[in-house]
């Protein structure tokens, strides 16, 4: 059975600090990642999709890198606002069945 | 366009009460989902859409679930004799394609508290 595991569990920083977020999944035989936001009482938001032939995805400020043989994925938010303060959650697709398999969540602030 | 939407947002029933929760998806998507995010657990899945055919419903709890869906359109997820334990975020998204490899897009979720 797939284990994804979002490491660290909660972290606060200033405005501004560049951030890493990290995530590490037992299968390497994914199809892909993908990394979302979810803000307290609300659904989540899709970040970033990474496929399991490619190596990062940017978006903004956001950049996602996956490191398949090694069961990695980092999530690296550059220059931190306090609007980035939410709950960020990895997941992998298996190559069998249909479900994303989910960590439990890094909850991030970043204080003004 | 208008994203993955979910009714109700917040429901409260007895322990023994049936519910029904109903999704949306985005008009177009083939694929649905079922997930549940019980306190303090990360999210879990419950059953996937094709049209409305569901070739993996391998994370249903127990038989007092079950979810059927109309066509390539709304889904409803069916709780029998609700338990303490059922009360979780039910959260539903939906894919362009069946393939593993599509992006999903999550709608807000409904809230169940079972007392």
């Known amino acids: 059975k797939q284990e994804v595991t979002q490491i660290p569990a909660a972290l606060s920083v200033p405005e501004g600090e560049n951030l890493v977020l990290n995530c590490s999944f037992t299968?390497?035989?994914?199809?892909?990642l993908q990394w979302f936001r979810q803000d307290p009482g609300k659904g989540l938001t899709s970040l970033l999709l990474i496929q399991s032939s490619q190596r990062e995805q940017t978006s903004g400020r956001l950049n996602a890198s996956l490191d398949k043989s090694s069961g990695r994925s980092t999530l690296y938010i550059a220059a931190s606002q306090p609007g980035d303060s939410a709950t960020y959650l990895c997941a992998v697709g298996a190559n069998s069945g249909y479900a994303l398999n989910f960590g439990k969540g890094t909850s991030l602030l970043v204080t003004p | 366009g208008a994203g993955v939407s979910q009714s109700p947002s917040n429901k409260v029933t007895e322990k023994g009460k049936d519910v029904e929760l109903r999704c949306d998806p985005i008009s177009g998507h083939t694929a649905l989902y079922w997930y549940r995010q019980r306190l303090g657990q990360g999210l879990e899945f419950l059953i996937y859409f094709q049209g409305n055919s569901a070739p993996d419903k391998s994370g249903l709890p127990s038989d007092r679930f079950s979810a059927e869906r109309t066509g390539e359109s709304v889904s409803t997820l069916t709780i029998q004799r609700t338990q303490q334990e059922d009360s979780a975020v039910y959260l539903c998204?939906?894919?362009?394609?069946?393939?593993?490899?599509?992006?999903?897009?999550f709608g807000p979720g409904t809230r169940l508290t079972v007392l």
């Open positions: 998204a939906s894919s362009l394609s069946g393939g593993r490899s599509s992006e999903q897009f």
């Open positions: 299968d390497s035989a994914i199809y892909n």
